[in-house]
C-alpha cells in the first residue's frame, strides 16, 4: 500500500474543537430543546415555551421566566466550559442542576445561528446577544430568557442530512419535552409547532401531571410504586401488564430529577414483570429514582442521559422489589373477595 504521509502536530482551532463537541450533545432538533429546557429549568423558569419552525431544523425558541442572565455575563454565557452551575469538584459531586458543563449553548451555536435574549432580574430592559456577529443590543421582555436556534447544521451539511422528515424531528422535539414535563409537575410547559399550539401541560400536581401526559388509560392500567430504603427512594408507576405495548415508548427512568437511560435499572423492571410478562410485550412505567448525589455519578456522558452508581447491585434490587410489589399489590387487591 502507499506509505502514509505524516502531517505534523495541530492544535485544532477552536471553532473545529466546538464542532467536534457539538457532535456528542446536539444530534438532532430534539437535543437542542433538551439543553435549552434543561437551562430554562436551572434558571427556575415556571413556565417555559417552545416554539418550532419544521419541525425545529429552521427554528426552535425556548422562552423561560427564569432569572435571566445579567448583561455583563452575556457573551460568557456562549463560551464552552463557561458555567454558574458549579466552581468545583465537590460541587459537581453534588450537583443539583441539570447543567454544569457549560458546554450546551457553545454546542448549539457553532451548528446553527444562535441568539440568547435575557433580562434579569432588576434589570431596566432585556439584551439581545447575537452569537455570530456577536452584537449586543437593548431588547423587549421581561424577566427570563428566551435562546433562538436557526438553521440547524447550516455549515454542516453532512450532519444535516442524517435528520429525519420534519415529521419526525418534531416527534421528538416533543416527546424531549414530554420527558421533562414528566419530572417538573410544578413547571408549566407548552409547545408550539408553526405557530399552532401542538401540546400544553399546565402546572399540576404530581398525579394529574402524569394523567395529562401520559392519559387516562394508563393512569387506569397501572399502579403506583413506591418504596424508600437509606438513601434511595423509589415512586412512580407501573403499568399493569395488560396496559403492555409491543413498543417499548412508554418507559420513563429518572434519577434525581434526570431522564435517564439505564440498563441496570432497565433489567430490574424488566425482572419484576418476568413472570407476568412474556415474548417482547413491554411494559410501561415511569419511575423516579431519588438517591444521595455522592452515590451516583452524573458526568459519564455528554448529555447526561447514562449514569453509574456506586451501588449497582443495590439499586436494581430496590427497583426490581419496588415494581414487583406494586404489581403484585394490585393482583391480591383485584382477587381479594369483596369487603377484605
Ligand atoms: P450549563 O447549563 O452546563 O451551565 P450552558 O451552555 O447550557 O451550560 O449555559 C451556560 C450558562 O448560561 C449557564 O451556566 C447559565 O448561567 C446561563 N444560562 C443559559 N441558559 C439560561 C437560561 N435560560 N436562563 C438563565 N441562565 C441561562
Ligand atoms: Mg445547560
Redesign the pocket.
Known sequence: GAVPQRRSIRELPDELISQIAAGEVVERPASVVR??V???L??G?SQIQVKLMAGGVRAIA?E?D????PLE?LP?????H?????RSLDELESVH????????????SSVAEMA?S?RFEGALHAHRLDARSGELQPAARSR????EVRELFFSTPARRKFLKTDATELAHCVESVRRHALARPDVGFTVWHEGKLVEQWRQANSDTRLKDVLGDAFMAESRPVYAESGPLRIYGRAGLPEAARSRADMQYVYVNGRYVRDKLIAHGIRAAYEDVLHGHRQPCYVLFIEIAPDRVDVNVHPTKIEVRFRDGREVHQKVRYAVQDALALSRSRETAPAGV
Do not use: H, P, Q
Request: proline residues 0%; negative net charge; aromatic residues 2%.
Open positions: 439543553e435549552l434543561d437551562n430554562a436551572d434558571a423558569a425556548v423561560d427564569g432569572l435571566g442572565i455575563e460568557l454565557a456562549l463560551k464552552r463557561a458555567t454558574s452551575k458549579i442542576t441539570m447543567g454544569f458543563r457549560g458546554e450546551a449553548l457553545a454546542a448549539i440568547v435575557s427570563g430568557t428566551s435562546v
